[in-house]
């Protein structure tokens, strides 16, 4: 009996053996490390990053055909003030060649120059309100005539603080004619406090006006308008903007440019406003 059982151990072991060596390999379960893990749990967020992505470009989008809009109606705009005095249209092209130069060497950066472009585009649109009478008057004007004239900054900001996208430029329209020591119009603000695009219109407005020629007289040379703004430095204009358009404006003289082009409207435009 007991060599019977020895004899059943045996074929046993053998039996087992045989099937450790004929049977089939067990299926191996690797285990998931943590990077396969945080791959799978990454994967909403980057479905959500796409998302995002996708949603910025929409923006991204939608401002441009803004932008694209804003720059017609800026032009269809400008379109009328030429109708109505095509001095003023020149003159407000000049100012905003100028306004730009001086925004650029003053370090503006571009989108910066933009809204600078737009506001000093618009700067003198209120003169569509002022009556051909003055407006167009080939002669120095009177007292009474200048104060209605004087009422174009505000015109300007009502025709366009009512389109959302132009509400900033309003405003800097409305204040290129405050005077850094506080005795200009319409508000009568004073030095810092006026808007620093205002104050850069402000300069290159008046350096238009001086160089250019008019029915009643002709315009000066550069460096005589040059010794102008200089005088009148820290009371009528900003000091520090003033030495930065006067360095500017040396340079694009010695270019001996005829012409200069905008970003929103386009063309070659005369410097010479005669």
């Not at 909403?44 to 694209?68: F, M």
């Not at 009568?188 to 350096?207: H, V």
């Not at 010794?227 to 270019?255: R, Y």
Request: glycine share 6%; net charge neutral.
């Amino acid at each position: 009996m007991h060599k019977k059982k020895g004899n059943m151990a045996s074929r046993t072991a053998k039996t087992r053996t045989k099937k450790k060596s004929t049977g089939k390999k067990a299926k191996v379960v690797t285990p998931v490390s943590p990077e396969g893990i945080e791959n799978v749990i990454s994967i909403p967020n980057l479905v959500t990053n796409v998302a995002l992505l996708n949603l910025t470009e929409e923006v991204s989008n939608l401002r441009q055909q803004q932008r694209s809009i804003c720059e017609q109606a800026i032009r269809s705009i400008l379109h009328a003030l030429d109708c109505k005095d095509h001095y003023t249209f020149g003159h407000s092209l000049r100012v905003t060649y100028y306004s730009l130069k001086l925004g650029e060497e003053y370090g503006l950066k571009p989108e910066e120059l933009y809204d600078l472009e737009v506001a000093a585009l618009f700067h003198d649109i209120g003169k569509i309100a002022v009556p051909d009478k003055v407006l167009l008057k080939p002669a120095r004007l009177d007292e009474e005539e200048f104060l209605i004239m004087k009422s174009h900054p505000s015109k300007s900001a009502e025709i366009l603080e009512g389109f959302e996208p132009f509400k900033e430029a309003a405003q800097f329209a409305k204040h290129h004619h405050e005077r850094y020591d506080g005795r200009g119009y319409p508000d009568s603000m004073k030095g810092q406090d006026i808007p620093l695009f205002s104050r850069i219109i402000l300069i290159a407005d008046t350096f238009d006006a001086m160089t250019s020629t008019r029915p009643y007289r002709k315009g000066l040379p550069y460096e005589v308008a040059f010794s102008e703004l200089d005088e009148f430095s820290g009371s009528q204009f900003d000091p520090e903007l003033v030495k930065h358009f006067i360095s500017v404006m040396k340079k694009e003289e010695a270019k001996k440019e005829p012409t200069f082009q905008l970003s929103i409207i386009e063309g070659d435009w005369e410097k010479d406003a005669a």
